[in-house]
DNA sequence: GGATGTGAACGACTTCACAGCG
DNA sequence: CGCTGTGAAGTCGTTCACATCC
């Protein structure tokens, strides 16, 4: 399997799906979820390409690994279409997660409803702190990181939240992989790296603002 | 110029920079300041790729749109090539940047030290809540939005950091374009339309949980 | 007529491979 | 000899254009 692409089955039909697809796919579904609430029961890809700035070919493109749900001359049925893409993402279901490094970041992501409404459930905290650690955040006891294991087991939980300092990433990244921990979403400042079978995804605040800047003083238009 | 690149200079070398090639020197930036702790003086392109996850000739592709600094057998010198990567970017002065929505994530972004390491600086807080404006938080006092154009002006703030709900998102970003402001980083799990001359990056983290998510359920190495 | 699905053209980004320089 | 800089090739993703179907 080559870096960029993600095949979805292992049978003939080649079907892709790469990253930026995917992450268009939550657009959709989200701007979908608001069409139905105006009462939209047919979607055209031009409508929902509209809102989010990208082309009716992109949203066709994109859509089609879907399957055949578009219906020539009407569009894509709302609730169908939102159906297909929950499963393909996996929000389908619920995920539980961990939450490492107890800071304010933290704090915003325990609070953020949208996680919730997606099916994501932080079923534990972890820090290193001994003044944390024994503490209630919205009703989670905050854990010593010794406890990890046991907890990620005993919890049943897949992804793991990273959000301790840049110099102690790598090794909790590594004792979530021990752990049997799938999938990270890294938001410290350094690159992971994981073992072959566990995903990640980074969210790099320093990069992103730098790129601003660079754009800021380009004079850009975007 | 075609939508995914950015050009320098209006002159005849034709030099070029995608996004991804910009978020990249952020991460060769980091990568030197620790080879530079570890006494390196010169360092090679396949030496910088290595912790990254690059090839050698990818980092060489970025590092030549700074212009000839690399020496044939030797490597890069690494203060010339940091600060050739900070020149680049922009962060070789200070930005003000203005914070909207004072809420965890803006507490957040607040106490994160690498912002005011790399030259940001947070100027203002503004909230449309009556029981938080007035209040203090690291040494900044929250003001009522009515006042953002004023306080931009007076400050001279350049960016702005947007962390309200997704439904205030547009509207604040329109307040922000109007008062001069020339970036914003949206934080809004929303698609934020910016007019011309306004620079935008987004960090929706409900597209990155549902990234994760395909990622894993797919099974995936990465 | 109106909108989909998709090969083909196009464009952007990455990797290869090697000439050339220190 | 090692490592850079860079055309060329290769790969990936987007846009175009149109046959197809409701």
């Known amino acids: 399997m080559s870096k960029g692409d993600l095949s979805r089955e292992a049978n003939g039909t080649e079907a892709r799906l790469s990253r930026a697809s995917?992450?268009?796919?939550?657009?959709?579904?989200r701007r979908?979820?608001?069409?139905?609430?105006?009462?939209?029961?047919?979607?055209?890809s031009s409508q929902l390409g509209e809102a989010l700035g990208l082309t009716d070919a992109q949203v066709r493109k994109d859509l089609a690994y879907l399957g055949h749900l578009g219906q020539p001359g009407i569009g894509?049925?709302?609730?169908?279409?939102?159906t297909a893409i929950r499963h393909t993402l996996g929000v389908d279901r619920?995920?539980?997660?961990?939450?490492?490094g107890v800071g304010n970041l933290a704090r915003a992501l325990l609070?953020?409803?949208?996680?919730?409404?997606?099916?994501f459930r932080i079923v534990a905290l972890f820090d290193t702190d001994p003044a944390k650690v024994g503490q209630q955040i919205d009703g989670l006891t905050i854990r010593a990181r010794d406890d990890l294991p046991a907890v990620v087991t005993a919890e049943g939980a897949e992804l793991g939240l990273l959000t301790v300092p840049a110099e102690a990433a790598q090794s909790v990244a590594d004792v979530l992989a021990a752990a049997g921990i799938r999938g990270i979403l890294n938001f410290a400042p350094t690159v992971v790296r994981v073992p072959a079978g566990v995903s990640l995804v980074s969210?790099?605040?320093?990069?992103?603002?730098?790129?601003?800047?660079?754009?800021?003083?380009l004079g850009g238009d975007s």
């Open 22 to 29: 995917v992450g268009r796919l939550s657009l959709y579904l």
């Open 32 to 44: 979908l979820e608001e069409l139905l609430r105006d009462g939209a029961l047919k979607v055209s």
């Open 76 to 82: 894509y049925p709302t609730r169908e279409l939102m």
């Open 94 to 100: 619920e995920w539980k997660a961990v939450l490492v």
């Open 111 to 119: 609070r953020y409803r949208g996680f919730q409404q997606q099916g």
């Open 203 to 217: 969210v790099d605040l320093t990069v992103q603002l730098e790129q601003l800047a660079f754009l800021v003083q």
